[in-house]
């Protein structure tokens, strides 16, 4: 296969030799997604999730302290909860779930 085929390649190499331990130890962790199921035919984008964190941390920065750790949790929950009940209803395609 063509990772076994690199490493051997290239992993004798001074400055390669990192680079293919890294390669050799992530591969299956990193091209996870092409082997469970038919389902996923191409990486999905994170920005949900990033645009999910900007929220809390725009919301954060108006209340800038927390008396208390709970305090901090309740606002992350009540963004979470927002979130949530915005995605169930919407109408886009990309974020519909099998209910």
């Known amino acids: 296969d063509a990772k076994n085929r690199l490493i051997t390649d290239y992993i004798d190499q001074r400055k390669y030799t990192k680079a293919c331990e890294t390669l050799d130890n992530g591969f299956e ?26 929220e809390v941390r725009r ?26 009940d915005e995605w169930l209803s919407s109408t886009r395609k990309y974020i519909k779930f099998n209910q």
Do not use: W
């Open 29 to 54: 962790d990193a091209f996870q997604y092409t082997v469970i199921g038919k389902g996923h035919n191409r990486l999905k984008s994170t920005n949900l999730l990033e645009r999910l964190n900007q």
């Open 59 to 84: 919301r954060e920065k108006i209340i800038r302290i927390f008396p208390n750790r709970a305090s901090a949790n309740r606002l992350i929950g009540a963004v979470l909860m927002d979130t949530h």
